[in-house]
């Protein structure tokens, strides 16, 4: 049981109360929930307290958080609460997470996430939707593709993996292989309906071909960078036949980039409304 990171508590001030209370559950030292406000969402207030821990330097980068189960005794909230505000975490590059590793703190990095042009609200709306059904689809056909795939289909996949590497650093087209990756994958299942779907979306499933905000954000390489290392993981669970871990790193990948987007819708309809407020 982790007590405390880089030698410091994470959590300021606990209250008596707090601290009986995590100390009845067996909760590691020093991380104890603060009480949660109901009129907010609980991922939010979880988001809220994580981040602003790492914006005091409580947690710094390099440090690694709690374990999901540790974070739900702490906070008294659900696992899909948790799993949520890690994901909002990740969107907004605070944290990266390794499944079967942990969830560490990143290196803030100047320039933020890509900012959405109001006008491009209503195409967020349907790649956002376009999201939704890739998280269901893609994660379940990684899972089967660890199981199924042939030593042929994983090479495709690594060729895939090595020409979008390549690309990002001459700023190439990664596009092509990032679509070619996920379409292996549907294709390994040994399930033609998989394929069929990814084919017929085509690469206007990759939320860069619509949303010209991703595309220039994208240039500086680090956006890209990372979502080759999300791929890394999800290609290493299926060349060593696990399941479940490439369905978790499937499902982590797709959730960053939902979130990502929505959190920059979120911040778009407030430039919008205040433009049209007299």
Not at 6 to 24: N, Q, S, Y
Not at 47 to 68: F, M, N, Q, Y
Not at 144 to 165: C, H, Y
Request: proline share 5%; charged share 25%.
């Amino acid at each position: 049981m982790m007590s405390s990171v880089a030698g410091k508590p994470l959590i300021h001030e606990p209250t008596v109360k707090i601290a009986a209370e995590a100390d009845a559950h067996g909760l590691p030292d020093g991380f104890v929930g603060r009480p949660r406000q109901r009129a907010r969402g609980l991922a939010h207030g979880l988001v809220d307290d994580l981040s602003g821990r790492i914006r005091d330097g409580a947690l710094r980068p390099g440090d690694k958080l709690p374990t999901e189960s540790e974070i739900m005794r702490a906070f008294g909230v659900s696992r899909t609460v948790v799993r949520e505000a890690l994901s909002k975490l990740q969107a907004a590059e605070l944290v990266e997470t390794h499944h079967g590793v942990g969830t560490f703190v990143l290196q803030p990095r100047a320039g933020g996430m890509f900012r959405l042009d109001p006008g491009e609200i209503a195409t967020s709306v349907d790649v956002l939707a376009v999201l939704e059904l890739r998280i269901s689809l893609e994660t379940e056909s990684a899972g089967l593709a660890a199981s199924r795939r042939t030593e042929e289909q994983l090479l495709v996949m690594r060729q895939a993996l090595d020409e979008f590497e390549r690309n990002v650093g001459v700023a190439g087209d990664t596009v092509a292989p990032d679509f070619r990756f996920h379409l292996q994958i549907a294709q390994s299942t040994g399930n033609p309906y998989f394929a069929d779907i990814m084919s017929h979306l085509g690469t206007t499933i990759i939320p860069r071909t619509r949303i010209s905000a991703i595309r220039n954000f994208e240039r500086g390489g680090a956006y890209l960078s990372r979502v080759n290392r999300e791929h890394e993981e999800i290609y290493a669970a299926i060349a060593r036949r696990d399941p479940e871990s490439a369905r978790a790193a499937m499902r982590i990948h797709l959730t960053n980039s939902r979130e990502r987007l929505r959190m920059a819708q979120e911040e778009a309809q407030k430039v919008a409304a205040g433009a049209a407020s007299p």
